[in-house]
């Protein structure tokens, strides 16, 4: 079954401390992986993607995300997190078998709070 | 840049009522995602359209229906409202061109509570 799972459900830091968030997926076939942002009270926003190529890739905000295909991992990373940064995180992968659907399937989501 | 625009953004129904939940997608997108994201929860895939016709269907409820239209607006139209409707419904976009098919564009959402 196609599933995404993120190990860390809370998650609080102090302000310049590093940050890195799990996230493994199980999905029959090439993928493509997300991360998204939900910040309070707002939808949910891109930062970065990964479809193919080099495996780290780089997103908005000072986000990285490296895709480990070994692992089926697609962590996200950022060297030093600023209070602006708490929100909840999504991992979330959908295939590139050419289907009708490219449907996303997300992970439970990581709840950051950055403390100043 | 245009984004993905629903309406309305905040909605209060009574059990067993109808609502009904409009998305407008980016311009030029073709095709369209419903996702519901309750309380604490991730979002849920409920259904797509690609070109005015149904793509894929997900964990929809029967009492829920979908449609797109010609200009590509899309409208999740809900009856028989129960409480565990209440949730956040967001819509998003793509456009299926290469490997933009892959990437959705999320709109504002909208809050549906069921008193």
């Known amino acids: 079954a196609q599933s995404v799972s993120q190990h860390n459900h809370h998650v609080i830091l102090s302000e310049a401390a590093s940050l890195e968030l799990g996230c493994n997926y199980s999905?029959?076939?090439?993928?493509?992986l997300f991360w998204y942002v939900q910040y309070p009270g707002q939808h949910l926003q891109l930062l970065l993607k990964y479809f193919s190529g080099d495996p780290l890739v780089k997103g908005i905000k000072g986000f990285e995300a490296e895709f480990i295909k070994s692992k089926f991992s697609f962590n996200l990373r950022k060297p030093s997190v600023q209070w602006s940064d708490t929100a909840e995180y999504f991992c979330a992968v959908n295939g590139r078998d050419g289907g009708a659907t490219n449907k996303l399937i997300f992970g439970t989501g990581t709840l950051l709070a950055v403390q100043p | 840049a245009a984004g993905v625009i629903q309406s309305p953004r905040h909605l209060i129904k009574e059990k067993r009522e109808t609502a009904t939940l409009k998305c407008y997608p980016i311009p030029r997108h073709d095709t369209v995602y419903w996702y519901q994201q309750g309380p604490g929860q991730d979002p849920q895939f409920l259904i797509s359209?690609?070109?005015?016709?149904?793509?894929d269907k997900g964990s929809i409820p029967d009492r829920f229906s979908a449609q797109q239209f010609s200009d590509y607006h899309s409208e999740l139209n809900m009856s028989s409202l129960e409480l565990g409707d209440s949730a956040l419904y967001f819509c998003?976009?793509?456009?299926?061109?290469?490997?933009?098919?892959?990437?959705?564009?999320f709109g504002p959402g909208t809050r549906l509570t069921v008193t």
């Open positions: 999905y029959g076939g090439t993928v493509n």
């Open positions: 359209f690609y070109e005015k016709m149904q793509s």
């Open positions: 998003a976009s793509s456009i299926r061109q290469g490997s933009s098919s892959y990437e959705q564009y």
